[in-house]
């Protein structure tokens, strides 16, 4: 019913600058939050940044002042800017959204993207 397609990712040196897009589909009505999480090889799935339907940002403390989280309200887009990006940004970063309301009344508690691996390295 809802399909959430990124974009984006691959492999950058460290201080270079990646950009990831998520675009959800599927008769979508509302979204109440949405946003990145990521998962490094061994790790738990952490969040990195999430925009609430309000319009706040979390971030995760170790990516602030180098990521920024931004949103196309009617393309129902998040994108993730990254830069300065550091070796330990390496991991698979998934999109997120959660709490939809679909146009046909259907009420869909969180979807997931399929992922897309972000690796930096010299």
Known sequence: QVHLVQSGG???QPGGSLRLSCAASGNIEMINAMGWY???PGQERDMVAVFSRTGSINYQDSVKGRFTISREDAKNTVYLQMDKLKPEDT???YCHAAGLW???GVFVEGS???GTLVTVSS
């Open 112 to 114: 997931w993207g399929k």
């Open 91 to 93: 991991a698979v970063y």
């Open 102 to 104: 679909l146009t046909t």
């Open 10 to 12: 691959g492999l950058v």
């Open 38 to 40: 990521r998962q490094a």
